[in-house]
């Protein structure tokens, strides 16, 4: 499990969508990170995630209360 800092947006119309970013590394889930082409081609370790969430009316309720 991570933790993964994110913010709660107003879109306006009562919509709200959540936005963050994460950055892992690939070791982190025991993966090694691929090389090919005798080593010319190579993925680095540590990659950056990048989400946004549109939450729909039905949960936005929900999410207030909380």
Do not use: W, Y
């Amino acid at each position: 499990m991570f933790a993964v800092n994110c913010k709660i947006l107003e879109c306006g119309h009562g919509r709200k969508v959540i936005r963050g970013t994460k950055k892992i590394k690939l070791t982190d889930f025991k993966l090694e990170p691929p090389v090919k082409s005798f080593g010319l081609i190579k993925v680095k370790n540590e990659l950056n995630i990048n989400f946004e969430f549109n939450i729909p009316d039905n949960l936005n309720a929900k999410l207030t209360e909380n």
